[in-house]
């Protein structure tokens, strides 16, 4: 029996094969099942998706009690003007909505003024909702920062609603929020959600930018069941009282008729919280609700760390390299490889579960983000390539290699 040659260069001839073949599954546009499955997984899939959808008790996770959300529904601007007066009556720390309001309604300039009155009373605590837009590919910034009508900023703040997502891929996981976002000009134009928490909070929201991440990996506490909830339904009262909301964050947006208003709607998205890890049914969580998930997290101090890429290849090619030394060495003697596939499949099967808890327990325990997708799904398709490369590709080049030096 030959021993395992630690140092092997066809091992590392292997280990780029495989790599080589996750790069051209990610650049072609084979339309084989078995492909399109690994590309959806590959694409939209991170193991911490498992965490949330699978493994947390999400009943453990507090209740957010320092935000109201307030579902503006399809309220024109009239309507909403006469929430945030009858919200902002009740002395809320800070207010800001999700949603655009770029250039004014000619049809209906007394929305229009009801709506610039109503904030520039609520003044400088109000953050709305802006745009980047004109995305410059060589200098991988934006070039235009849309703002909303200038009645509605002219005294109130403003922050970005930008996903990150450049696509317009309807199945993409939101699961960052670009901190800020630079434009050419210099202008740098922070997120809504940061805007917010830096006026409720400015000690904890300095120490969350401290962090100097133009990115960060959102916590996410919960869906509407952490919130405190208003709906259209709860404004027709002209009585109701909204004391409840006094010294906390108002966070207007849209969120369907009744919360509910089917599963695919408007400003909905797909997040990690989502019940199908693997493949896509229905969006989970409006896009105002991310928003208050991000502000929890900077309040709350439940910062992800997450893993450098360079770590997360380096892992992933170290794995491979030593799997295709293992299994090399297994194909070459003849006693272990009439047993290769179950051999192969348990060490991978042990490799997968290892892979997982490790990335459970460093996510669940210390807010680390170890990614290891990569890893795992190297794991998964390291077996089959490998065996593949030593039985024909290795086979065919050194067969091709003998009767050249004999030609010779």
């Not at 997984?41 to 320092?66: A, G, H, M, P, Q």
Request: charged share 25%.
């Amino acid at each position: 029996m030959t021993k395992i040659k630690l140092f092997n260069k066809d091992a590392l001839f292997a280990t780029i094969f495989v790599f080589a073949f996750m790069g051209l599954l990610q650049v072609s546009n084979i339309q084989v099942e078995i492909f399109n499955v690994f590309e959806q997984v590959f694409e939209n899939f991170e193991l911490t998706d498992i965490y949330y959808s699978k493994l947390r008790d999400n009943k453990k996770e507090s209740f957010e009690k320092d935000i109201v959300l307030v579902n503006i529904g399809n309220l024109d601007r009239k309507g909403i003007a006469k929430q945030i007066m009858r919200l902002a009556d009740a002395q809320p720390k800070v207010m800001g909505i999700d949603a655009t309001f770029v250039g004014p309604r000619p049809k209906d300039p007394v929305g229009d003024f009801m709506l610039a009155q109503a904030l520039n009373r609520v003044g400088k605590t109000f953050v709305m909702a802006s745009a980047p837009a004109d995305w410059n590919k060589d200098k991988a910034m934006f070039d235009t920062l849309n703002l909303p009508y200038a009645p509605f900023v002219a005294n109130t703040d403003h922050g970005h609603v930008f996903t990150g997502v450049l696509t317009d891929e309807i199945f993409t996981t939101w699961r960052d929020i670009p901190v800020y976002v630079d434009f050419e000009n210099g202008d740098r134009e922070y997120a809504l959600s940061v805007k917010i928490a830096e006026k409720f909070d400015a000690e904890k929201t300095k120490k969350f930018l401290d962090r100097k991440n133009e990115k960060e990996t959102i916590y996410f506490k919960g869906n509407l069941d952490k919130y405190i909830k208003l709906d259209l339904s709860d404004f027709k009262d002209e009585s109701r009282d909204f004391a409840f909301v006094k010294d906390k964050i108002v966070l207007l947006g849209y969120m369907g008729n009744e919360y509910t208003d089917g599963f695919w709607d408007a400003d909905k998205f797909f997040t990690p919280l989502n019940k199908n890890v693997v493949g896509r049914g229905y969006p989970d969580m409006y896009g105002v609700v991310v928003h208050a998930n991000v502000i929890s997290m900077i309040l709350d101090e439940s910062y992800i760390d997450v893993m450098p890429d360079w770590l997360s290849y380096f892992l992933a090619f170290l794995m491979c390299y030593l799997n295709a030394v293992i299994f090399m060495w297994i194909v070459e003697n003849r006693s272990l490889s009439v047993w290769y596939n179950a051999i192969t499949k348990s060490i991978q099967l042990i490799e997968a579960i290892v892979i997982l808890s490790l990335t459970m327990l460093l996510f669940g325990t210390f807010n680390y983000h170890a990614n290891f997708t990569l890893l795992f799904l190297v794991v998964i398709l390291s077996g089959d390539l490998i065996e593949i490369f030593s039985e024909i590709l290795l086979r065919v080049f050194y067969g091709v290699k003998k009767k050249w030096k004999k030609k010779i």
